[in-house]
T-cell receptor
Framework: KAGVTQTPRYLIKTRGQQVTLSCSPISGHRSVSWYQQTPGQGLQFLFEYFSETQRNKGNFPGRFSGRQFSNSRSEMNVSTLELGDSALYLC??????????????FGPGTRLLVL | AQKVTQAQTEISVVEKEDVTLDCVYETRDTTYYLFWYKQPPSGELVFLIRRNSFDEQNEISGRYSWNFQKSTSSFNFTITASQVVDSAVYFCALATNAGGTSYGKLTFGQGTILTVHP
């Protein structure tokens, strides 16, 4: 079974631009979560989607948004990029996020550099 | 609020040594799940183990073992006879159903960098 895939793997943007990252979950997985990883703040939860609905949200500004499609694929968008948005963005999927099937499996990440 | 603390920032060992990674967690929820993930230089987080709050049975799987103690809110991870390939960053994580939404949010510790020298 194919794992979680993320595109693109690397991205360079300039301040003020916007960016869209894509995540395809493991086949059959319906929950997708996004995380930001930086050297200073570590791994931080952004949001979780299930059945095209945002089910959980972390403490990030409104510039960070996401969505999920009917095939469970998810995208996250960051508008008006700031230098501090440079990070590794990780996507994870799980079967349903409920107690019986909540183990999250991660993709390789998208490394975003904002200049 | 949930919190995970990994007090060891970096550990350096020589191959074949045993090494234990410490993890302490905080939560008010009675049902929760604990995880260990490994992050090699490639960046992808690799799932290692999951334990739920009502199962304190410890386990050994090959060279890996886990020690979960609710009384001390600890979930430690041991690698026996370490190998160079074990070099990576190891993260402890906690999932709760705070707010009654789901277990889809993981709270991570800061990670422990493990370096195994040949």
């Amino acid at each position: 079974k194919a794992g979680v895939t993320q595109t693109p793997r690397y991205l360079i943007k300039t301040r003020g631009q916007q960016v869209t990252l894509s995540c395809s979950p493991i086949s059959g997985h319906r929950s997708v979560s996004w995380y930001q990883q930086t050297p200073g703040q570590g791994l931080q939860f952004l949001f979780e989607y299930f059945s095209e609905t945002q089910r959980n949200k972390g403490n990030f500004p409104g510039r960070f948004s996401g969505r999920q499609f009917s095939n469970s694929r998810s995208e996250m968008n960051v508008s008006t990029l700031e230098l501090g948005d440079s990070a590794l963005y990780l996507c994870a999927s799980s079967l349903a996020g409920t107690s019986g099937s909540l183990t999250q499996y991660f993709g390789p990440g998208t490394r975003l550099l904002v200049l | 609020a949930q919190k995970v603390t990994q007090a060891q920032t970096e550990i350096s060992v020589v191959e074949k040594e045993d090494v234990t990674l410490d993890c302490v967690y905080e939560t008010r929820d009675t049902t929760y799940y604990l995880f260990w993930y490994k992050q090699p230089p490639s960046g992808e987080l690799v799932f290692l183990i999951r334990r739920n709050s009502f199962d304190e049975q410890n386990e050994i799987s090959g060279r890996y073992s886990w020690n979960f103690q609710k009384s001390t809110s600890s979930f430690n991870f041991t690698i026996t006879a370490s190998q160079v390939v074990d070099s990576a960053v190891y993260f402890c994580a906690l999932a709760t159903n705070a707010g009654g939404t789901s277990y889809g949010k993981l709270t991570f510790g800061q990670g422990t960098i493990l370096t195994v020298h040949p």
